[in-house]
């Protein structure tokens, strides 16, 4: 039987907090002075010095793969409505819209940040995207549908959402984030009707529409 080693237990246990301090160092640091920060000002946030931060990780890359993996954390904990809707087809895409756009205007600076991209980062669109993707697939399949569409759909709305709300974020002008919210909740339920009613299936949009294993 092998001996673990307590002290290297305990240093590994320290080298992760510490980590997890410099991550949210990191975050309060992009939100205070955008998705441009520095390393020398999440140094600063952290209240050490540059050269101590690295220390902790190996180099810029794989300190921004931990901001990233962190934020992802985050984001996918306050889309939980997404996970599991209920209500109608109207409530469940205004709900999952109105918390992802509460999120991205509530941490712009991190939402630049991240869709500049990190190599060998968290794929945050793409797991939104695939949630969804399997969402459509179960209902496109409950209703003797081909679920091929299902993956293409997914994706694209959430390009599409991610797109506007970023040029929103940009540019509001006199659009306010609940005409924005019903604005996008109305033009995806146009494109999931239209898929529906091309195999035959028309959907009140306003009643209640159970889980696909509900049907």
Do not use: C
Request: without cysteine.
């Amino acid at each position: 039987m092998t001996k673990v080693d307590g002290r290297a237990t305990r240093w590994a246990g320290q080298q992760e907090r510490r980590r997890a301090e410099f991550v949210d160092a990191a975050l309060a640091a992009i939100a205070e002075h955008g998705p441009d920060v520095s390393t020398e000002q999440i140094a600063e946030r952290a209240g050490v010095a540059r050269t101590r931060l690295y220390r902790h990780f190996d180099g810029a890359a794989d300190l921004r793969r931990a901001i990233a993996q962190r934020a992802a954390e985050l984001v996918t904990a306050d889309l939980a409505p997404l996970w599991h809707p209920e209500g109608s087809p109207n409530e469940m895409i205004s709900t999952v819209i109105a918390t992802h756009l509460r999120w991205l205007t509530e941490h712009a600076h991190l939402h630049r940040y991240l869709i500049r991209g990190v190599e060998d980062g968290p794929d945050v669109r793409g797991s939104i995207a695939r949630h969804l993707s399997r969402l459509f697939s179960g209902y496109l399949k409950a209703f003797g549908l081909d679920p091929a569409p299902a993956d293409t759909i997914a994706f694209g709305l959430v390009g599409y959402v991610e797109s506007a709300t970023t040029r929103w974020l940009d540019h509001p002008g006199t659009l306010t984030l609940a005409q924005l919210t019903a604005q996008l909740t109305g033009t995806i339920w146009a494109m999931l009707d239209h898929t529906l009613r091309a195999g035959g299936v028309e959907l009140d949009p306003d009643r209640p529409l159970p889980l696909p294993d509900g049907l």
